[in-house]
């Protein structure tokens, strides 16, 4: 799976939009773009992903460019409880999922009040 | 919540003993991955079950095993303790399909001392 890379930290305002950046320059054509975030204390969740086109759940959105070498995950009006560790995984669909998912150490995102 | 448990929530051990490690999968859900989180980084792959027989490895040494019933629930089992397996242990179930979105548990944080 490709590597990512992502700002150790970031904060923003309560009510803002939280913008996370993620570079992923060497994504082969068959990975996608996963976003999973870490609550102090708890196991990962799950946010959202995608493949080539921008995606948006009731959570968040993803924002892929042209060349998939970098993507923004979007929390458009950030509250206190968004505050977590937010990890960028690129991956492919295998069939049986079998290779895990590859973390790095995430972006920690502090939401101000 | 997720539907994810695992037991015990914490777990002190001395180095050298052997520890097992239990996870009840959410309903529905025949796979069973493992991560290991040391302190500061993101969740490490560890192995992964489907229909009771280990389907994927990451790199950890053969100490680490495990085991899935036929209920999908699993355990993970360290032998020979190391003080670096101290670590906040994950497991999460999931279903293989289009992109296999994993669930997490709420972890166990194990201590060898």
């Known amino acids: 799976d490709a590597k990512t890379t992502q700002p150790p930290s970031m904060d923003c305002a309560e009510g803002r939009a939280a913008n996370l950046p993620c570079n992923h320059s060497?994504?082969?054509?068959?990975?996608?773009v996963y976003w999973y975030r870490q609550i102090h204390s708890q196991g990962p969740q799950y946010i959202i992903h995608?493949?080539?086109n921008n995606e948006t759940n009731e959570m968040a959105s993803l924002i892929i460019t042209e060349d998939r070498k970098s993507s923004t995950l979007i929390l458009p009006h950030a509250t206190l409880r968004d505050t977590a560790v937010y990890y960028c995984i690129v991956r492919t669909h295998s069939g049986g999922g079998a290779d895990g998912l590859t973390f790095g150490k995430g972006t920690h995102l502090i939401i101000q009040p | 919540e997720t539907g994810v448990t695992q037991s015990p929530t914490h777990l002190i051990k001395t180095r050298g003993q052997q520890v097992t490690l239990r996870c009840s999968s959410q309903s529905g859900h025949n796979t069973v991955s493992w991560y290991q989180q040391a302190l500061g980084q993101g969740p490490q792959f560890i192995f992964q079950y489907y229909r009771e027989e280990e389907n994927g490895r990451g790199n950890f040494p053969p100490r680490f095993s495990g085991l899935q019933f036929p209920n999908y629930s699993s355990e993970l089992n360290v032998n020979a303790l190391e003080l670096d397996d101290s670590a906040l242990y994950l497991c999460?179930?999931?279903?293989?399909?289009?992109?296999?979105?994993?669930?997490f548990g709420p972890g166990t944080r194990l201590t060898v001392l």
């Open positions: 995608g493949l080539k």
């Open positions: 999460a179930s999931s279903f293989p399909g289009a992109y296999n979105e994993q669930f």
């Open positions: 060497t994504i082969s054509g068959n990975e996608y």
